[in-house]
């Protein structure tokens, strides 16, 4: 029995896909530090063939893609993506809906044309960046997400997880615990024991049979309509230790990790408790600040004003400078609450 190779692939030490081989043609591939698609050049050509531009929202938020012939640029189209961060569209310059894209749970694509009648896979611009913001390989159905390959038809991983049983799931070949409409792994390896903490943190706090009531000590107001602050605390520093775990040995998962824990603290917007009320009031101030003083912490212990590109363009230690006179603040502001819910 013989079989025929679809596609070869080369990797660099970082293992990132560098070469892409099909029916005798070469596809190179430059990368961010981020390890996003910057650039594509076939064979020897020194001229690009498609340039990608990328968004600072989340790792794999594509803006546009230019595509070239002979070195000249030929177009572009912008992408639009949902709160998945699915492609689920793409735009001429002008905004008119050139193709759209549909996906199974797993990230089978179907694509189509702009009035969503289903048309031949591939599309009629080769559009590779699809579910979940992930790089699609037309020739095997594959996801390429960094560490790991995804198979949309199977649903799951094709390598096993690289860390092992420190993922916290017997089943090295799970993808996102088998929750594929509420996370996205964009790098194979996020730990599927976060997707628990999540949940355990957010079910215990609105559990009616387990949470502390309205007027215990424990039992923070609820200032953001839904998710209360433990919740919400739990979730983003949980998840920002995750990654630690998982990510933390890269300097591209570093910076994804720095950028998670500083939206975590800063979504909190925590106030003083000079215009509290109520004794609610004062405790709900002390819980948002307890979190935002902790997640502000945690973000200096790792250094990450000598990581994030914003922090070094305004100078690492002029940033890390401010960020422990806020630490100082808000202990401050805290102290204040504290002596208010006392007295």
Not at 319 to 333: L, M, P
């Amino acid at each position: 029995m013989s079989f025929a190779s679809l596609a070869a692939y080369a990797y660099d030490g970082l293992n990132r896909r560098t070469i892409k081989t099909v029916s005798g043609v070469v596809r190179n591939f430059y990368y961010s530090s981020r390890w996003q698609v910057l650039e594509e050049r076939v064979d020897t050509s020194p001229l690009p063939d498609r340039q990608f531009l990328w968004g600072l929202r989340y790792i794999d938020d594509l803006v546009f893609r230019d595509r070239f012939i002979g070195g000249i640029f030929s177009d572009r189209f912008y992408a639009l993506q949902d709160a998945n961060w699915n492609v689920t569209a793409i735009t001429s310059t002008s905004g008119a809906i050139q193709e759209r894209y549909r996906y199974t749970a797993y990230g089978m694509p179907t694509f189509m044309n702009a009035s969503f009648t289903p048309i031949t896979l591939g599309g009629s611009y080769q559009w590779e960046t699809l579910y979940a913001g992930y790089r699609w390989d037309s020739d095997t159905g594959a996801y390429d997400a960094r560490y790991r390959i995804l198979n949309a038809p199977l649903g799951a991983w094709n390598t096993r997880d690289p860390i092992g049983f420190a993922a916290g799931d017997a089943n090295f070949y799970r993808y996102v615990g088998n929750c594929p409409l509420t996370f996205t792994d964009p790098t194979g390896e996020i730990v599927p024991v976060i997707v628990g903490l999540v949940i355990g943190v957010y079910f215990f706090w609105d559990n009616p049979v387990n949470a502390p009531a309205p007027g215990d000590p424990l039992y923070p107001a609820d200032p953001y309509g839904g998710m209360p602050a433990a919740a919400a605390v739990g979730a983003g520093v949980g998840f920002g230790r995750g990654l630690l775990i998982s990510l933390g040995r890269r300097r591209a998962a570093r910076i994804a990790e720095c950028a998670a824990i500083h939206a975590t603290y800063t979504a909190l917007n925590c106030r003083g408790c000079g215009n509290c009320t109520t004794d609610d009031e004062v405790r709900a101030n002390i819980v948002c600040l307890t979190a935002e003083i902790t997640g502000r912490q945690f973000y200096l212990s790792k250094k990450c004003d000598y990581i994030l590109p914003g922090s070094i363009a305004r100078g690492s230690a002029v940033a890390e400078a401010g960020h422990r006179q806020e630490v100082k603040n808000k202990g401050i502001a805290l102290a204040k609450c504290v002596a208010k819910l006392t007295n």
